[in-house]
């Protein structure tokens, strides 16, 4: 079965720093596509970056980049220069096939920056 | 960018009482939705997919009679939570793709459920 794990329940950075957060995932599909999101408290969920299992590059969007590393199954993101709107939960995500062809999400257990001034 | 709307954003009801949650793909067809559950400080949990014209398909555990859904259309899912009880209070939240099986998934802003 496919799985998510992201090991840092915590994580508190200094303004203007660069962060890591890890996460690790298990599949044995030859294709697959990973996720992040950040959930602020207010409670909704942005998108932050994707990156596809046949991707060479790792995928960049801004701030965040991903150390996708295929053979080690991981896809940690990196934010850079932290600003205190990064506070926030941090979510890995995976998709999985579904019956009917469709493909869902699934979860890790989230990762909760704190951005120091 | 795809837009979803879930309404309402937070409800009160008491026990033995039904609640409904609406989601909306506002500017795209979405055959697909998808209904997860989160409790404080958790991560969110798969209920069911919601597919259009067809029954849901729920995840183990879930069960179906208690939360009934339904998808009339391509651009709305309904997320019916019978008999609410205290034990179903939490964050409910529905996602929907706008096209490809690998693009990212549009989370609605959620809905806070509370029994009492």
């Known amino acids: 079965a496919q799985k998510i794990t992201q090991t840092q329940p915590g994580m508190f950075v200094q303004e203007k720093e660069a962060v890591t957060l890890d996460c690790t995932y298990d599949?044995?599909?030859?294709?697959?596509?990973l996720f992040w999101y950040k959930q602020p408290s207010s409670g909704e969920m942005i998108f932050l970056i994707y990156q596809g299992s046949y991707d060479e590059q790792n995928a960049t969007e801004g701030r965040y980049s991903l150390n996708f590393q295929k053979a080690r199954k991981s896809t940690n993101l990196v934010i850079s220069a932290s600003q205190l709107g990064d506070s926030a939960m941090y979510f890995c995500a995976m998709n999985q096939a579904g019956p009917g062809g469709y493909n869902k999400l699934i979860f890790g257990a989230g990762t909760r920056l704190a951005v120091h001034p | 960018g795809a837009v979803v709307s879930q309404h309402p954003s937070w409800v009160i009801c008491k026990s033995g009482t039904s609640v409904k949650i609406e989601c909306r793909s506002l500017d795209f067809q979405a055959t697909t939705m998808f209904w997860y559950r989160q409790f404080p400080k958790q991560s969110l949990m798969l209920m069911a997919t919601s597919n259009e014209g067809s029954k849901a398909t729920y995840e183990q555990g879930v069960e179906k009679d208690k939360f009934l859904i339904n998808h009339a259309s391509l651009t709305l899912s309904t997320l019916t939570v019978t008999s609410a009880h205290p034990e179903d209070s939490s964050f409910y939240i529905c996602s929907a793709r706008d096209h490809l099986e690998y693009s990212p998934l549009h989370f609605g802003n959620g809905t806070r459920l509370t029994v009492t």
């Open positions: 599949t044995s599909d030859q294709s697959y596509g």
